[in-house]
């Protein structure tokens, strides 16, 4: 059996998707799972278990044993569980599995950052992937970061959508480089054993920055009715929010950071090495098939 690429964060949004490209490519996946979240899932899928949590840097150690990669996809600023942090899981528990990784000899650390997060000192989330990919580099781990732009999750917008209008976070006229997470969830993969993306931070995005009135624009193409586009200032979406919750003035911040028109991705590493760079109308094509929005085979 091939020595098995580790997948952290993978009964996730993105890394549930990881899991599938790894083994569609013939890839050994073992996926590190914490207590209380249900492997059943990827059991069925033929992923082997390792139990463990990115606090605990034992057992990190035991996931670790026999890896000959990584790939980590795990956030704590969405807080899917109780204790789950930008403080806990995206500062220390990143911490603990690149020392876990310098420990175990790691021949690949694959990691998501997001689009430009150096120039995003003032968004938290952002920043502090900036922060974890220094460490990678000064640790000496063998490493490939990867940074997405904003996921296309037409789940979030899908009961909209089915009222003929389209959500747009600040302004329905600014562009910014959005992105199919399977998309990024092939480029993880491929990034296993791409020797030219070895120690390199790599935009991801598609062939264009969008609008949301340009992606209205497409929906309305694709789905056969108008979609109209409802602006929701940063201020009013999360101004009162963040005056309680931190995580809400770290989106507020994001989005803030959205209209400053500099959240473009660069596309040309891309190309080079993960191949041809998505169309953004192919992608909402398949995004909406996934949410059997509209017809066709599922990407």
Same mark, same amino acid.
């Given at each position: 059996?091939?020595?098995?690429?580790?997948?952290v964060?993978?009964?996730?949004?993105?890394?549930?998707?990881?899991?599938? *490209?790894?083994?569609?490519?013939?890839?050994?996946?073992?996926a590190?799972?914490?207590?209380?979240?249900?492997?059943?899932?990827?059991?069925?899928?033929?992923?082997? #278990?390792?139990?463990?949590? !990115?606090?605990?840097?034992?057992?990190?150690?035991?996931?670790?044993?026999g890896? +000959?990669?990584?790939?980590?996809?795990?956030?704590?600023?969405?807080?899917?569980?109780?204790?789950? %942090?930008?403080?806990?899981?995206?500062?220390?528990?990143? +911490?603990?599995?690149v020392d *876990?990784?310098?420990r175990?000899?790691? /021949?690949?650390?694959?990691?998501?950052?997001?689009? %430009?997060?150096?120039?995003?000192?003032?968004?938290?989330?952002?920043?502090?992937?900036?922060?974890?990919?220094?460490?990678?580099?000064?640790?000496?781990?063998? $490493?490939?970061?990867?940074?997405?732009?904003? $996921?296309l999750?037409?789940? @979030? @917008?899908?009961?909209?959508?089915?009222?003929g209008?389209l959500?747009?976070?600040?302004?329905?006229?600014?562009? @910014?480089?959005?992105? =199919?997470p399977?998309?990024? *969830?092939?480029?993880?993969?491929?990034?296993?054993?791409?020797? &030219?993306?070895?120690?390199?931070?790599? =935009?991801?995005?598609? =062939?264009?920055?969008?609008? *949301?009135?340009? #992606?209205?624009g497409?929906?309305?193409?694709? !789905?056969? &009715?108008q979609?109209?586009? &409802?602006?929701?200032?940063?201020?009013? !979406?999360? /101004?009162? !929010?963040?005056? $309680?919750?931190?995580?809400?003035?770290d989106?507020?911040?994001?989005?803030?950071?959205f209209?400053?028109? %500099?959240?473009?991705?660069d596309? %040309?590493?891309?190309?080079k090495?993960?191949?041809p760079?998505?169309?953004?109308? =192919?992608?909402? +094509?398949?995004?909406?098939?996934?949410?059997?929005?509209?017809?066709?085979?599922?990407?």
């Open positions: 059996m091939n020595a098995p690429v580790l997948v964060g993978a009964t996730g949004h993105l890394g549930m998707r990881v899991v599938r *490209a790894l083994a569609a490519s013939g890839k050994t996946v073992r590190l799972v914490r207590e209380g979240t249900d492997p059943g899932p990827l059991q069925k899928q033929g992923v082997e #278990i390792a139990p463990g949590n !990115m606090l605990d840097p034992s057992s990190l150690d035991k996931a670790l044993d890896a +000959r990669a990584l790939v980590t996809t795990a956030i704590g600023y969405s807080a899917r569980k109780p204790g789950d %942090t930008l403080a806990s899981v995206d500062d220390q528990g990143n +911490r603990n599995l *876990a990784a310098r175990a000899k790691l /021949g690949r650390f694959v990691f998501t950052s997001i689009l %430009t997060c150096d120039q995003a000192r003032d968004v938290p989330h952002f920043w502090q992937k900036k922060l974890i990919e220094d460490y990678l580099e000064a640790s000496g781990v063998p $490493f490939v970061a990867l940074r997405p732009g904003a $996921f999750n037409v789940y @979030w @917008w899908a009961k909209d959508l089915q009222k209008r959500n747009a976070m600040g302004s329905a006229t600014q562009k @910014w480089t959005q992105i =199919d399977d998309d990024v *969830a092939r480029c993880l993969a491929l990034a296993v054993d791409e020797p &030219r993306a070895l120690g390199k931070r790599i =935009d991801l995005g598609t =062939d264009r920055p969008i609008s *949301a009135q340009e #992606i209205a497409i929906l309305s193409g694709l !789905m056969g &009715r979609i109209t586009v &409802r602006a929701m200032p940063a201020g009013l !979406m999360f /101004g009162v !929010m963040g005056l $309680f919750n931190p995580r809400m003035r989106f507020g911040a994001m989005i803030r950071y209209m400053k028109g %500099t959240y473009i991705a596309t %040309t590493e891309q190309a090495l993960f191949g760079v998505p169309r953004i109308e =192919d992608s909402l +094509r398949r995004v909406l098939q996934e949410a059997h929005l509209i017809g066709g085979a599922q990407a």
